[in-house]
């Protein structure tokens, strides 16, 4: 079982204290006590460990650098299956060296390279695209195969881990006529289950009655039932699930995935499936190395029991410092020059490796683990194979506000956040009307009023997106928004802006029974919610969090996480120094610094203070300033 009531280990530099200072000393990196770390190893690389001499140097390299639990050991990917005595040399020697093993498949047909030397030759259906061709599951063939590599793996392992492939993208001939009528989400959602039952689950338990089959879902979950991934059936059919956080870089790499979901999709598979979510799995490459290690730590903030680091052979390659010279020489949480001292601590020369990016930047962030409580959130509600709005509510996250999401209504919550996902609820309205009659508040999303107001909720309150958009100034240019309409003093826009002289409602309010209803206007591009006025960003926060034990007032991309012991960590993802003010309900009088032990003590009141809290009514707070480093994350607990 984790520790998790561990003093706070030493400090970084008290620990370099404790052994020799020349680069040519070796000291084993310390073990985390608030989680595992494992190692994904793609089939190209078990091949390469054939060679004994590459296996010992790579090993001695990785492991001098990061203190490894686990390694998953692949067994296909791409047209590439490994025979039994290749597993079983690699499977030899972790074991002989301490570390515990399990088996990988890569469900792909073709075009992944991963860990690679040479690159894997054609498939005879692939494309030049460069786009990745799952199996075609209406193909005898496939399906045989897929089965076979099943038995192979579990004949091998007790545990199998499926990387992200596990899904389907084929529209080959057979694939359509089988699809029949049906619409290409809801032939793949049932193509998939079956698959994963007969072709998987079922083949390998044949083979190993002890084997234990764990799905990974990937990053791109707002698309998973498009291509078969089954957020409701699959966790049931499998033995434990897995997380992909991968991140990776918001601007330029090809899915603009936000930083916060790192952290917000291990709480919400947490919620579909309680005890069973194995950990996070992050990979390597962005344009700075503060991206990485911000992965890791995101993903352990959940509260994560394992960190994979994806992939064996890139944990090799030198840590590029990247374009980090805006913040280079400022007191961060990631330094290069302790970075260094890592690896030279571990006995290398050079440049540190990514596997002492990965040792440092994971024993920054056990040091505050085991002070962090379970996270706590605004309660919000993604039903299974819903879409809309994509991604939004990791962009709540990047503007402050802590989100706990559910695969189901979280009724018993005082406070919930509806997007336009929980359209796909057909019970949803009557669920927003009893929640309110029964003292909660319900905010929801233009997206979400503009899918419902037709159906039941003008019933509710008399409040419409009219399908019209306006300009309006935000800080850095002009945003684009839905027009909300409401019935003037039976509704009310809580915050405004202005369109050429005409009112543009960001936040509008109802009652109802005895609950509020909220409608929260969200920009035509959601990456605009980063250019909302400081102003209204921080009215819009208030308001959403005025029943939340602590918010913060800061510009956007600085986040909040929460925890149910009066703990907190805020982030910044800006490239500069940032101020922020922590405010929290309750008599606290002390915020100390988790790490440093530094304490910063409430504000003394001003001149009239909380004026415009008192204006807009909402409770007063006791606020604590403070200021964080860029890219840097800063843990407190309150006293």
């Known amino acids: 079982m984790l520790v998790r009531s561990r003093m706070l280990m030493l400090s970084f530099f008290a620990f370099l204290c404790l052994v020799p200072g020349n680069a040519s000393s070796q000291a084993a990196p310390p073990a985390h006590d608030q989680f595992r770390v494992a190692i994904y190893i793609p089939v190209g690389v078990v091949e390469r460990m054939q060679d004994p001499a590459w296996l010992q140097h790579s090993w001695e390299q990785i492991s001098s650098q990061v203190h490894v639990d686990k390694v998953y050991i692949e067994s296909y990917r791409s047209g590439l299956l490994a025979t039994d005595a290749q597993l079983q040399t690699v499977k030899a020697f972790f074991k002989a060296h301490g570390v515990q093993v399990a088996g990988g498949i890569a469900f792909v047909a073709s075009g992944d390279n991963a860990g690679r030397v040479t690159p894997v030759p054609k498939m005879p259906h692939e494309d030049d695209l460069g786009f990745f061709g799952t199996f075609s599951y209406t193909d005898p ?45 809801s032939f793949r959602l049932k193509l998939m289950d079956e698959v994963s039952r007969d072709l998987v689950v079922g083949p390998a338990r044949a083979v190993n009655p002890k084997a234990k089959v764990i799905i990974k879902f990937p990053n791109w979950y707002q698309h998973f039932q498009a291509n078969g991934y089954d957020l409701d059936k699959q966790p049931k059919i499998f033995d434990g ?98 970075l260094q001292q890592w690896s030279d601590r571990g006995g290398a020369t050079g440049t540190a490796n990514q596997a002492a990016m990965a040792g440092y930047s994971l024993d920054k962030v056990n040091a505050i683990l085991g002070h962090l409580g379970q996270p706590i959130g605004v309660a919000s509600y993604r039903p299974y194979q819903s879409i809309g709005e994509d991604l939004l509510h990791d962009y709540f996250g990047m503007i402050g506000i802590p989100i706990e999401l559910y695969p189901e209504f979280p009724d018993k919550a005082k406070t919930i956040l509806l997007t336009e996902d929980a359209k796909a609820d057909k019970e949803i309205v ?89 409608v929260l206007t969200i920009p035509e591009n959601s990456n605009d919610l980063y250019s909302l006025k400081f102003s209204d960003l921080n009215a819009i926060r208030q308001y959403l969090l005025r029943d939340f034990p602590v918010e913060i007032d800061a510009p956007s991309q600085v986040s909040l996480f929460t925890y149910d012991n009066n703990a907190l960590v805020v982030e910044s993802f800006l490239d500069a120094p940032t101020p922020v003010t922590v405010g929290t309900l309750g008599s606290f009088t002390r915020l100390r610094n988790l790490v440093t032990g530094e304490v910063v003590e409430a504000t003394k009141p001003v001149a009239d203070p909380g004026a415009m809290r008192r204006r807009r009514r909402l409770p007063p707070r006791t606020e604590f300033h403070i200021t964080v480093e860029p890219h840097s994350l800063a843990a407190f607990a309150l006293e």
Request: hydrophobic fraction near 40%; aromatic fraction near 10%.
């Open 430 to 518: 009557s669920k927003i009307k009893k929640h309110l009659e029964g003292g909660g508040n319900i905010i929801i999303t233009s997206g979400l009023l503009k899918a419902l107001q037709d159906k039941g909720l003008d019933k509710i309150a008399e409040i419409y997106n009219t399908g019209n958009v306006l300009k309006i100034p935000g800080a850095t240019g002009d945003i684009l928004v839905p027009e909300i309409q409401f019935m003037t003093n039976d509704a009310w826009a809580l915050v405004a802006a202005t369109a050429n002289g005409h009112g543009a409602p960001l936040l509008t309010m109802d009652r109802y029974s005895k609950g509020i209803l909220f």
């Open 141 to 185: 063939a496939d399906r045989a195969y897929v089965k076979h590599v099943s038995e192979v793996t579990a004949r091998n392992f007790d545990e199998i881990l499926l990387d992200d492939y596990f899904f389907n993208n084929t529209k080959r001939d057979s694939d359509i006529a089988a699809k029949g009528l049906q619409s290409w989400t």
């Open 241 to 338: 699930i897995y997380t992909g956080t991968e991140t990776r870089d918001p601007v330029f790499s090809g899915q603009h995935l936000q930083q916060y979901e790192s952290y917000e999709l291990i709480r919400y598979f947490d919620n579909i499936a309680p005890g069973r979510n194995g950990g996070g799995w992050i990979d390597f490459g962005n344009r700075y190395i503060d991206r990485n290690a911000e992965q890791l730590w995101d993903t352990m903030l959940a509260k994560a029991p394992q960190m994979m680091l994806f992939q064996y052979s890139d944990l090799l390659r030198p840590s590029m410092l990247g374009d980090r010279a805006a913040w280079a020489s400022l007191d961060t949480t990631f330094k290069a020059g302790e």
